[in-house]
């Protein structure tokens, strides 16, 4: 009885101890899930708009201020409005000698040098002498009398011409060199800079262990993971003509959506809109679209694309974007007509 006693109670003891470790785990599972649910947002005003990041995780808040940190370093090289970037330098060395650059400004200028090749030159990154003929350079785009003449626009074009942007990367992955090869031509980094900031932001709260989170910097989003409930991060797609209002909501996972719009920085001029979308082929201003919106793999790539559609338009635009795996895109024409792609992840889209 003795030895049957002593080990019914030290299976009483055993059992005891299991549920007391069940308890102990669920406990710690249930602290663990409630501090990993806890969502952290911050916002901060940068690149001339307000980004905002939110996470999930035990050290989201530090996590947060590094990728705020890495975005800060990553556009003092890109922002060509900083006299003092890379950007700049190589845009004030145009017409003489290569400029020694960073890892990250190759890596940007390579990739957009690529859309644009890919584009046929719908994208155009050296479109700066045309984004300051028109009146967007400055803080509050306008032009005075009647706008540049058909000879003005055409001496601007003749600096517009990526290929005459030669990016040499390093071959053990350390600075690299850019040149521009006519003085007074100028490369504006409007349509990919956010995307990329966004990217490096990412790149950051993954190495702090986020593996939940959502970067939000002006037309750019890029989301990893999930929410605290398991569901996707949805993105509201803005309507280009009704400012509170929305035309769909994308589901957003590991991924990255842009949208390019007329509406973003614009100015009328004789009863027409005057977008800051620039044809390089034209000399132009946009005129046949009111927005795009690209979901792609990164951010770079969906706001190098979502530019690139702008300027090719809804019948072109959407025969380049089918052709492309992992990406899709919602193009609005500017008479309202919607273009939804084929890998678009919502179908429905209300006007």
């Known amino acids: 009885m003795k030895v049957v006693g002593a080990y019914f109670l030290e299976d009483k003891l055993n059992i005891y101890m299991f549920f007391l470790s069940l308890i102990l785990s669920f406990v710690c599972c249930n602290l663990c899930c409630a501090d990993n649910a806890t969502l952290v947002t911050q916002q ?14 035990d050290n989201a808040s530090a996590a947060i201020d590094a990728a705020f940190n890495e975005m800060e370093r990553v556009n003092s090289l890109l922002n060509n409005y900083d006299p003092a970037s890379e950007i700049s330098q190589i845009n004030n060395n145009a017409g003489g000698n290569a400029v020694t650059i960073s890892p990250e400004t190759v890596e940007a200028l390579q990739t957009a040098l690529k859309f644009c090749k890919l584009s046929g030159g719908a994208l155009d990154i050296t479109i700066g002498p045309l984004v300051r003929l028109w009146g967007f350079t400055q803080e509050i785009p306008s032009m005075k009398g009647a706008g540049p003449d058909s000879h003005e626009i055409q001496k601007a074009r003749q600096l517009v011409d ?6 040499l990367q390093d071959m053990q992955g ?13 490369v504006d980094v409007g349509s990919f800079s956010k995307g990329y900031c966004a990217d490096k932001a990412i790149a950051v709260l993954k190495k702090y262990g986020i593996n939940n989170a959502l970067v939000a910097a002006g037309g750019t989003i890029n989301a990893i993971g999930k929410k605290a409930d398991g569901s996707q991060w949805k993105v509201a797609v803005r309507h280009p003509r009704k400012e509170d ?7 957003l996972c590991d ?10 920085r614009f100015y009328m001029k004789n009863g027409k809109r005057k977008g800051h979308i620039i044809d390089p082929h034209t000399g132009k201003p946009v005129d046949r ?3 795009v919106s690209v979901v792609a793999a990164s951010g770079l790539e969906s706001d190098l694309l979502s530019t690139t559609l702008f300027v090719l338009g809804p019948v072109n635009g959407m025969r380049l974007i089918d052709s492309l795996p992992g990406t ?10 919607l273009g939804i792609s084929k890998k678009w992840p919502v179908k429905t889209v209300i006007y």
């Open 44 to 57: 901060r005003q940068m690149l001339h708009t307000y980004v905002e990041i939110k996470a999930y995780g």
């Open 162 to 167: 990526y290929q005459s942007l030669q990016v």
């Open 174 to 186: 350390g600075p690299g060199t850019a040149r521009l090869a006519k003085k007074g031509m100028w």
């Open 245 to 251: 209002d929305f035309m769909t909501f994308v589901p």
């Open 255 to 264: 991924a990255s959506i842009s949208t390019s719009g007329d509406y973003e």
């Open 289 to 291: 679209m009111q927005s």
């Open 328 to 337: 899709s895109a919602l193009l609005v024409s500017y008479d309202g007509k």
